[in-house]
Antibody
Framework: EVQLVESGGGLVKPGGSLRLSCAASGLIFNNAWLSWVRQAPGKGLEWVGRIKNKVDGGTTEYAAPVKGRFTISRDDSKNKVYLQMNSLKAEDTAVYYC???????????WGQGTLVTVSS | SSVLTQPPSVSVAPGQTARITCGGNIIGSEGVHWYQQRPGQAPVVVVYYDSDRPSGISERFSGSKSGNTATLTISRVEAGDEADYYCQVWDSGSDHPYVFGTGTKVTVL
């Protein structure tokens, strides 16, 4: 069974930084494409970004609202993916979910999420 | 980028059938995936590629598509089906490739 466990959320001031981690188990991590999806309080789901596996280039893509501020990376030796969030804004307040990406196009496993609150 | 429109809410009595629609221009050319999100929980995929069901998902959940509208059907609705449901497509031609619908709250009366 695939398990994804996020950590690193918390309260941060506007303009601050935070790094989220996602530990994966139950899958061949090296082969996985991974993504982050967020959900603002009371709102819908919003894709944040994705990282491919090394064989497919290890490249990243980001949604426009976070491009240039957020960075996704992975450590295949630790079965972990990270989301580095800089220059945080109030509108980044959300639960952040780590997901696996199946066949490029949909999200087949989700973590339980970690809450990020950006507030002064 | 693409927009996927869902009705904000659907109400259904136990044992009846709930139908949730997802409309958008891209639907006719891309596979549609559906997620269930129970209160306080992470989303779970219940249908992918328009009509396929992951292992472990009840056969009461089914998907279909016609033109630019996709439909998630929940048969013989149970109290545990009360949740938010989101459609999603992959827009290969966009710099925002993963698009979610606006979400539908299913209430079991």
């Amino acid at each position: 069974e695939v398990q994804l466990v996020e950590s690193g959320g918390g309260l941060v001031k506007p303009g601050g930084s935070l790094r989220l981690s996602c530990a994966a188990s139950g899958l061949i991590f090296n082969n996985a494409w991974l993504s982050w999806v967020r959900q603002a309080p009371g709102k819908g789901l919003e894709w944040v970004g994705r990282i491919k596996n090394k064989v497919d280039g290890g490249t990243t893509e980001y949604a426009a609202p976070v491009k240039g501020r957020f960075t996704i990376s992975r450590d295949d030796s630790k079965n972990k993916v990270y989301l580095q969030m800089n220059s945080l804004k109030a509108e980044d307040t959300a639960v952040y979910y780590c997901t696996t990406v199946r066949s490029t196009i949909h999200f087949d496993n989700w973590g339980q999420g970690t809450l990020v609150t950006v507030s002064s | 980028s693409s927009v996927l429109t869902q009705p904000p809410s659907v109400s259904v009595a136990p044992g009846q059938t709930a139908r949730i629609t997802c409309g958008g221009n891209i639907i006719g050319s891309e596979g549609v995936h559906w997620y269930q999100q129970r209160p306080g929980q992470a989303p779970v995929v219940v249908v992918y590629y328009d009509s396929d069901r992951p292992s472990g998902i009840s056969e009461r959940f089914s998907g279909s598509k016609s033109g630019n509208t996709a439909t998630l059907t929940i048969s013989r609705v149970e109290a545990g089906d009360e949740a938010d449901y989101y459609c999603q497509v992959w827009d290969s031609g966009s710099d925002h490739p993963y698009v979610f619908g606006t979400g539908t709250k299913v209430t079991v009366l």
